[in-house]
């Protein structure tokens, strides 16, 4: 079994349900007039405090499916996403509501997504990145694209969406294998074959944050975030402190700084009151299990 580095699988799926916690009572709201530093009850669906939103529950089926398969299975993979979106269907976005809607009545798969694509005027929004890092912490180097965008595709059209998933989970990958900021950060550039998330996210010091549904927006918004922030609070502060989507944009800056600094970095208030946290501590050692090291 490859070793990765100190607490980093565990930070990971810690600090991604963390975050997801952390933002989910202040989703869609305007700016605030304090700062938030808390674990709070409230939101779109009254969650008490500690309570995740699909950010941690669709991470916890890629995990769970990778596990399972040892390795990356479509089929079922979509199979855990319908299950937790038949038992929350209040919690999931735009585009993964109508593919899971189409696919319970009966539509096959890969044409749910291009219907569903085409009946919204597209598909790139953020339900990949969110949900994705369970991907980083099993597969490296050009595997990590390569899977991300494949798994991406089971709901979401846009090749944006899968590019930026991509980039998000080689960041991951590279982190939780002991890689430095700027070194993850070089390796998912590189990795990356799609030219407008190239620029967007080669620009992450210079162009404004946006907590958006948009995923390379997101994507944006996270390696910014993550980049400047010096520690694992500072930067899951900074993220649900954004005005937009700021669960996700807590979860996937959570998912990085977990990847960067282990979940011995994670306040333990903030782990106290985490729904699901037994769970992602069991997800995270069967993804160590499943680990490929550095070529």
Known sequence: MFILAEGRAEGTLIGLAVGDALGAPFEGMGRRNRWTRWMEPGGRSERRSGAVTDDTLQAIAV???LIATRGFSGPDMVARFQAGFRAHPEYYGPTSSSVFSLIESGVPIQRAVRLA?????????????MRGAPIGIVFADRMVE??????AKLTHYDPVAGASSGFINRLVSELCRGRTKLEAFGAALSGCRHPEVINRLGEWR??????SL???????????IALTSRSFREAVE??????GDTDTLGAVVGALAGAEYGVQAIPPEWIAPLENKKRMVELALGLTRLAKPIS
């Not at 694509?117 to 990145?129: D, I, K, L």
């Not at 900074?238 to 005005?243: C, E, G, L, Q, S």
Request: charged share 20%.
């Open 214 to 224: 948009d995923a390379l927006l997101l994507s944006h918004a996270a390696v910014s």
């Open 117 to 129: 694509h085409e009946r919204s005027g597209g598909s790139r929004t953020n339900g990949p990145v």
């Open 238 to 243: 900074r993220a649900i402190n954004t005005v």
């Open 146 to 151: 390569e899977v991300s965008e494949a798994a």
């Open 63 to 65: 995990a769970e499916s």
């Open 206 to 211: 210079v162009l404004p944050v946006s907590a």
